[in-house]
């Protein structure tokens, strides 16, 4: 009984996540390499999280209302993205997007880093982690289609 609940677990699965690459299922393979990417994500991002009050605060002299009106509206800009990225991951596909959003969050956050205009500066860091927290629901929604379902709460605790 234990191996025809296994197999039909496994055929539950899509087929692309039974190819093999570099030795690997995909089924294995695309969960782990999702989860050091967004490992490397998060600590990019704890990093600019600590910083760039800081920064904003020494570089642009911002008073700490102007910098909690920069969160509040980097808040509002992840609403908006969160209805957006649907719409965005069905046109491109669900691993382009994700690569689209981090790539474009890291192209922002350079500009961030060059100007000198702090309203600028601002509208940069908002849409900046706009694009780049919205690769979050394409990077889940692979990772949960890769993974059989009794399995799926242990990735979840890691997203």
């Known amino acids: 009984a234990t191996r025809h609940d296994a197999a039909s677990e496994v055929a539950s699965l899509p087929d692309w996540t039974q190819?093999?690459?570099?030795?690997?299922?995909?089924?294995?393979?695309?969960?782990?390499?999702?989860?050091?990417?967004?490992?490397?994500?998060?600590?990019?991002?704890?990093?600019?999280?600590?910083?760039?009050?800081?920064?904003?605060?020494?570089?642009?002299?911002?008073?700490?209302?102007?910098?909690?009106?920069?969160?509040?509206?980097?808040n509002l800009g992840l609403a908006a993205m969160n209805f957006a990225t649907p719409f965005i991951s069905a046109k491109t596909g669900r691993a382009w997007a994700a690569i689209l959003f981090i790539v474009a969050g890291a192209i922002l956050m350079l500009g961030v880093a060059s100007l000198h205009q702090t309203w600028l500066a601002a509208t940069l860091?908002?849409?900046?982690?706009?694009?780049?927290?919205?690769?979050?629901?394409?990077?889940?929604?692979?990772?949960?289609?890769?993974?059989?379902?009794?399995?799926?709460?242990r990735w979840t605790a890691s997203c």
Request: aromatic residues 12%; charged residues 20%.
């Open 125 to 153: 860091f908002i849409l900046r982690t706009t694009f780049a927290r919205a690769n979050v629901p394409c990077v889940q929604s692979i990772i949960f289609e890769s993974v059989l379902p009794k399995h799926r709460g």
């Open 19 to 74: 190819e093999v690459k570099c030795g690997i299922r995909k089924q294995w393979l695309v969960p782990v390499w999702t989860e050091i990417m967004w490992g490397g994500t998060q600590i990019a991002s704890s990093m600019s999280l600590k910083y760039i009050p800081l920064f904003f605060r020494q570089d642009f002299s911002m008073s700490p209302s102007w910098l909690m009106i920069v969160r509040v509206l980097e």
